[in-house]
């Protein structure tokens, strides 16, 4: 038996290749480099398709998402359109019905209407005018005794509550609260 130097036996060593056996490795290689590997292969495929339908899916969610996130915005625009014209209206008639819950005490406020006849006779001063002066029978009974004693005032029914009407032979005036709803009405009309 042969033995190895001390020093040789602590030495890092590798295997060496057998040259005999050199090219069996490399043919094996070749060959395994060419073998087509159908479990690979049609793991590949699969896994491919497989992204494609994803990702043809994703598209077709988000175009259906943006689809129906504007028919919401297009409904919204439209009830936001409907919602505010209807609440203008109701804002507006709310608004005429306190005007007129509010002025309806002063149209039959005796004080009051017979200080606005006084105006309004004052409005028609020329001599020569024949006036008549017609007011509500109820309205008459309130403000007879403090209206002037040289106005002639007739009692109407056909004149609204709280309303006067002077008519002149070049025409006249009318004031009452059907004349205050409707000017009431085309100012929120305007607003």
Known sequence: ???????????????????RFAGLHAEQHARAAHVPDPLGDAFQRGYAEGVAEA???????????????RRIELAFSALDEETAAEMRER???????????????????????ANRVERA????????????????PQ???????RLPADLKAEADPSVERGALRIETS????????????RILAETFREC
């Open 170 to 181: 070049d025409g006249g005036i009318e004031d009452g609260p059907a004349q205050w709803r």
């Open 55 to 69: 990702r043809a899916e994703a598209a077709r969610e988000a175009a259906e998402r943006q689809a129906a996130e």
């Open 121 to 136: 006779v004052a409005m028609l001063q020329r001599s020569q005018d024949e006036r008549r002066v017609l007011l509500h």
């Open 1 to 19: 038996m042969s033995r190895l130097p001390l020093e040789q036996m602590f030495r890092p060593s590798s295997f060496t290749r057998d040259p």
């Open 91 to 113: 804002l507006r008639l709310t608004v005429l019905a306190l005007c007129e819950h509010a002025i309806a005490p002063l149209a039959v406020d005796p004080e009051g209407l």
């Open 139 to 145: 309205d008459l009974a309130l403000v007879r005794d």
